[in-house]
């Protein structure tokens, strides 16, 4: 036998109802506010970084196009300073020695140490000693990596502003079962959709808490 409610009961459940109706639109909306806002600031850093990704690809290339030179003018002073050696014009040589740079130097002193001239197994050139090393191309090899921690940064802020925009989606659908449940008359469809909604909007906070926020 069915129980009968009194029409106090019924009021009581009536408010009941649409109390946490309202609470779950409303945290629906506030949580769906914030992921809009936060979205908006990962695309801010994404644009952010891919600019900073720019700058350093364009120093990079100049650094590069620098070291290039550099070798280029080291290996002409080489060559001259080798056609003395060969010719035995000692003045020649000193004199092409005394305008290297200091790294050229370095690396020449040591390519002579290795006896190139009676040691077929020694380096080729001293351009390809260790001692030989360029600023410019050091230089170049950190903007590098610094552009790709600024690109794989700027990918992580696109990731993070998408998934956001899918949590908007989601607290959207909320906000859908809770409005619609208060167009049914029957409790038991109003209790169901509101319990989707309700469940949908426990999920989304869930994942919420896990993601990073933005304060840039």
């Not at 170049?140 to 600024?150: C, M």
């Not at 899918?166 to 169901?192: D, H, K, N, Y």
Request: net charge negative.
């Amino acid at each position: 036998m069915a129980k009968e409610y009194t029409q106090d009961e019924k009021e009581r459940f009536k408010h009941n109802l649409e109390l946490s109706t309202t609470i779950v639109i409303a945290l629906a909306t506030i949580a769906s506010a914030w992921c809009a806002y936060q979205a908006t600031l990962w695309s801010g850093i994404q644009m952010f970084r891919l600019s900073a990704v720019n700058a350093l690809g364009r120093k990079s290339s100049e650094q590069t196009v620098r070291a290039g030179q550099m070798r280029s003018m080291d290996g002409i002073l080489f060559i001259e300073y080798l056609k003395g050696k060969e010719r035995h014009e000692d003045f020649l040589a000193d004199f092409f020695y005394h305008r290297f740079r200091p790294e050229l130097k370095r690396a020449t002193d040591a390519w002579l140490a290795t006896k190139p001239f009676q040691n077929p197994q020694s380096p080729l050139h001293p351009l390809v000693m260790e001692e030989y090393s360029l600023e410019p191309e050091q230089e170049a090899k950190r903007l590098s990596e610094e552009t790709a921690q600024k690109f794989e940064e700027a990918r992580e802020a696109n990731q993070n502003s998408d998934n956001y925009i899918m949590l908007t989606v989601l607290f959207a659908s909320v906000m859908f079962f809770g409005g619609i449940s208060t167009q049914f008359e029957s409790p038991r469809c109003r209790i169901t959709l509101l319990a989707i909604g309700a469940l949908v909007l426990c999920t989304a906070l869930g994942v919420l808490i896990t993601y990073p926020i933005a304060l840039e």
